[in-house]
């Protein structure tokens, strides 16, 4: 049965190292939300709050046919969206779910230390990533919601 790999976790964790790890031991399809969003509007794209939320908007409702389509044709994709809210886990594991194939959920951590200094060095040669101050960091820390207890999942330490 086919298998959707997703991928929960803050900035700089390590997510899109471990989609890479898994797209390459599963043979499976890698879907990174923050490359797509880069290929179309750059990496540090000078948009409003608004704006930026509904180019994301707009990327994601894109890649989801197809990342749906190749779960109906048989093939496991890894989903690197991050997952940052219970809401959005809970509609995609039910997505999943109607198109008859598993869902598999990592959470991905390390310190924050060690997060921020990932980012720092990804600021200098980015490459498919957006470009993330510290006060970014710190501010969009509000909207990630860890996961809860009976999420199960697979632990990794970034």
């Not at 990496?43 to 890649?63: L, T, Y």
């Not at 940052?84 to 230390?113: H, M, N, P």
Request: charge should be negative.
């Amino acid at each position: 049965m086919a298998t959707a790999h997703l991928l929960h976790g803050y900035l700089g964790v390590g997510k899109t190292t471990l989609a890479r790890r898994l797209e390459h031991e599963l043979s499976a399809v890698r879907f990174t939300h923050d490359e797509w969003m880069t290929r179309l509007y750059g990496d540090d794209p000078k948009v409003e709050r608004g704006e930026f939320e509904d180019m994301w908007r707009r990327v994601h409702a894109q890649m989801e046919p197809v990342w749906s389509r190749c779960l109906q044709l048989g093939l496991d994709v890894v989903l690197d969206f991050g997952l940052w809210s219970r809401q959005e886990r809970d509609a995609l594991r039910a997505k999943i779910a109607a198109l008859g194939a598993l869902a598999r959920l990592y959470r991905v951590t390390c310190s924050d230390s060690v997060a921020w200094q990932r980012i720092e060095k990804r600021n200098t040669e980015l490459s498919g990533d957006f470009l993330i101050v510290r006060n970014t960091y710190d501010v969009l820390r509000s909207g990630f919601e860890p996961l809860e207890d009976e999420e199960e999942r697979i632990e990794i330490a970034g």
